[in-house]
Each structure stands twice: as C-alpha cells, then as structure tokens.
Nanobody, 120 residues
Framework: QVQLVESGGGLVQPGGSLRLSCVAS????????MGWYRQAPGKQRELVAT???????NYADSVKGRFTISRDNAKNTAFLQMNTLAPEDTAVYYC??????????????WGQGTQVTVSS
C-alpha cells in the first residue's frame, strides 16, 4: 500500500523559512512526478510546485523566487524549501505523487497534509 508522509510544517514569523519533506513508501514501481499543493481556509486547493522525475519544475507565480522544490529519486522523496514566508502562505500543504503501484498503472496519491502558519 502506497503512503505519502509529509513533515516540516509549523509556525514561523513573516520573512522566515521552512522546509517540507514528503516521502513516498510502499509498493512503487515508478514515480512520474511529485508536487506540493496548498489549501487556505475558505479557499480551493491550489498548486504550489511540481517536479517530474526528469527534473522538470513548475511553480505557481505567487511562490516563484521564494520557494524551491527538489527531489531525491533514490529515496522517493520531494522537498519544498520555503523562504521569505508571508502570512498569505498560511495553509495546509499537501504532497501529491503520480506513481505506479502496479506495472502499467499510474495513479494520483495524496498525503495527509501539514499545517504551515506564518504569523507574528
């Protein structure tokens, strides 16, 4: 059974930094991409950043220049380094993976979410 486990959220002051991690575990034959999405109270879930296993990267305009996504293919892990955080970055951050749990089949998986709160 595939699981995505996020870590690294918390409370930080404006201008501060946090680093999120997401580990995919279980029966995995391949990973096409991993990414981070976020959902603030009363808002829809939105894309933050994605990275393919070939290292193609996409960022939301609101985080370009402040956030950096990276991955460790050998450990099925993705990271999100968040710098210069602002109160509008406050949200639950969800890890997503497009992976193959069975040869020839690709599915979307989600983590349980980790809270990021930016406040003084």
């Amino acid at each position: 059974q595939v699981q995505l486990v996020e870590s690294g959220g918390g409370l930080v002051q404006p201008g501060g930094s946090l680093r999120l991690s997401c580990v995919a575990s279980g029966r995995i034959f391949g990973i096409a991409a991993m990414g981070w999405y976020r959902q603030a109270p009363g808002k829809q879930r939105e894309l933050v950043a994605t990275i393919t296993w070939g290292a193609r990267i996409n960022y939301a305009d609101s985080v370009k220049g402040r956030f950096t996504i990276s991955r460790d293919n050998a450990k099925n892990t993705a990271f999100l380094q968040m710098n210069t955080l602002a109160p509008e970055d406050t949200a639950v951050y969800y890890c997503n993976a497009q992976l193959s749990p069975v040869v020839g089949t690709w599915r979307d998986y989600w983590g349980q979410g980790t809270q990021v709160t930016v406040s003084s």
